[in-house]
């Protein structure tokens, strides 16, 4: 029987991990810190695959038998404005574009995606307030049921899985994932890191 001597298994390759953390080594950030900020990008790598198969949303969804899948309930949380960027973003009037814009999808598909939200009875065309030549979207009875269902349920499972969180925890984790999501745009302006000392 031919089988592989566990015994001799090779170790992790961390060549990869050792050159990434010299490039922030050189940057000024100490070793601990440059070995933190490999770790960090790693976990995000994971997490950034885990959260384009959204197989705990999608299940979500099967259980609610709601005939929405992930890019139709993307099309409603655009239009009902689950997530905003601000108050502004929060009270705009909301129209394919904006579908397509928030979505970063090309207009025809965000029409097309909007139709069947339509048809499905989620969503409908109404005048604009502002202007009645402009039609503008809004969330159906059944679509604003729809996603308090979705939200409430989404919440419990997220509740469940924080449950062991302390507050302080939560507070600071919010906080410092709220300014590491800006480190794209930090990154491009011209100043220095920070000294590790005050990292």
Same mark, same amino acid.
């Given at each position: 029987?031919?089988?592989?001597?566990?015994?001799?298994?090779?170790?992790?390759?961390?060549?990869?991990?050792?050159?990434?953390?010299?490039?922030?080594?050189?940057?000024?950030?100490?070793?601990?810190?440059?070995?933190?900020?490999?770790?960090?990008?790693?976990?995000?790598?994971?997490?950034?695959?885990?959260?384009?198969?959204?197989?705990?949303?999608?299940?979500?969804?099967?259980?609610?038998?709601?005939?929405? *899948?992930?890019?139709?309930?993307?099309?409603?949380?655009?239009?009902?404005?689950?997530?905003?960027?601000?108050?502004?973003?929060?009270?705009?009037?909301?129209?394919?574009?904006?579908?397509?814009?928030?979505?970063?999808?090309?207009?025809?598909?965000?029409?097309?995606?909007?139709?069947?939200?339509?048809?499905?009875?989620?969503?409908?065309?109404?005048?604009?307030?502002? *202007?009645?030549?402009?039609?503008?979207?809004?969330?159906?009875?059944?679509?604003?049921?729809?996603?308090?269902?979705?939200?409430?349920?989404?919440?419990?499972?997220?509740?469940?899985?924080?449950?062991?969180?302390?507050?302080?925890?939560?507070?600071?984790?919010?906080?410092?994932?709220?300014?590491?999501?800006?480190?794209?745009?930090?990154?491009?302006?011209?100043?220095?890191?920070?000294?590790?000392?005050?990292?």
């Amino acid at each position: 029987m031919n089988r592989m001597d566990k015994t001799h298994q090779p170790a992790r390759d961390t060549s990869s991990e050792v050159k990434s953390a010299e490039v922030y080594i050189a940057a000024g950030y100490s070793p601990e810190a440059a070995a933190a900020i490999v770790r960090i990008d790693a976990t995000m790598q994971r997490m950034r695959r885990s959260i384009s198969k959204r197989e705990f949303v999608a299940d979500v969804l099967r259980e609610m038998d709601a005939g929405i *899948d992930l890019q139709l309930l993307d099309v409603m949380g655009a239009v009902s404005h689950w997530h905003p960027e601000n108050l502004e973003d929060a009270g705009r009037e909301v129209t394919v574009g904006t579908v397509a814009e928030r979505l970063h999808i090309d207009p025809s598909r965000a029409s097309r995606l909007v139709s069947e939200l339509v048809d499905k009875g989620y969503i409908r065309r109404v005048a604009s307030q502002t *202007d009645s030549r402009r039609i503008v979207l809004e969330a159906t009875e059944k679509g604003w049921a729809f996603g308090e269902e979705f939200r409430r349920r989404k919440g419990g499972m997220l509740g469940r899985a924080l449950k062991c969180w302390t507050e302080d925890e939560l507070v600071t984790f919010d906080r410092l994932l709220d300014r590491y999501s800006h480190w794209g745009k930090e990154g491009l302006k011209p100043t220095p890191p920070p000294d590790a000392g005050e990292a």
